[in-house]
């Protein structure tokens, strides 16, 4: 795999969340070009109304296609596929073998992600089903997509 890319809405606010992200960016190196884009939220009243959030989330959708590119595009979404640490790592494996070089996990705002990033991309994925902070959800997935490496290359970090 050549790269991977993390292209989120919103910024690790604490320190805590930077420093984790950054930690597996590191581990990462040897294994692909590993890199996090951060977007920006669109700007909603407090409460805002379901168009409201239906806009916001369009346009930030746009923003992040524009930004994916032509890689593989793995949306996490509450309704997305759950994988273990192993599938995923199967996932991503076959992929690189089928000449992909490039994929890109989506995390959308506190709302989501639009219908439009849904659909463009290849897998819809669900960390869990239980509920997370989006910022602990990007940690989580900087270490499974680390531990995918480690899976594939028959790391000890896995066992």
């Excluded at 009243?45 to 032509?70: D, F, H, I």
């Excluded at 994988?83 to 992909?100: C, F, I």
């Excluded at 959308?108 to 089903?129: D, E, I």
Aim: glycine share 8%; proline share 4%; charged share 20%.
């Amino acid at each position: 795999m050549g790269s991977v890319r993390i292209i989120c809405v919103g910024k690790l606010k604490e320190t805590f969340w930077r420093e984790a992200c950054a930690e597996y960016a590191k581990r990462l190196r040897p294994f692909c070009d590993f890199s996090v884009l951060e977007l920006s939220e669109s700007r909603l009243p407090e409460n805002p109304s379901p168009s409201q959030v239906e806009a916001g989330l369009e346009e930030e959708g746009r923003k992040m296609l524009a930004a994916a590119g032509n890689g593989f595009k793995i949306a996490l979404c509450i309704e997305g596929k759950l994988l273990s640490s192993e599938q995923l790592a199967r996932h991503m494996e076959a992929l690189a073998v089928g000449g992909t070089s490039s994929v890109v996990f989506l995390i959308g705002s506190s709302f989501g992600l639009s219908p439009a990033v849904k659909q463009a991309a290849g897998l819809r994925l669900s960390m869990s089903p239980m509920t997370f902070p989006h910022q602990l959800a990007r940690v989580m997935l900087c270490e499974q997509v680390y531990r995918a490496f480690q899976i594939i290359n028959h790391g000890k970090y896995h066992k």
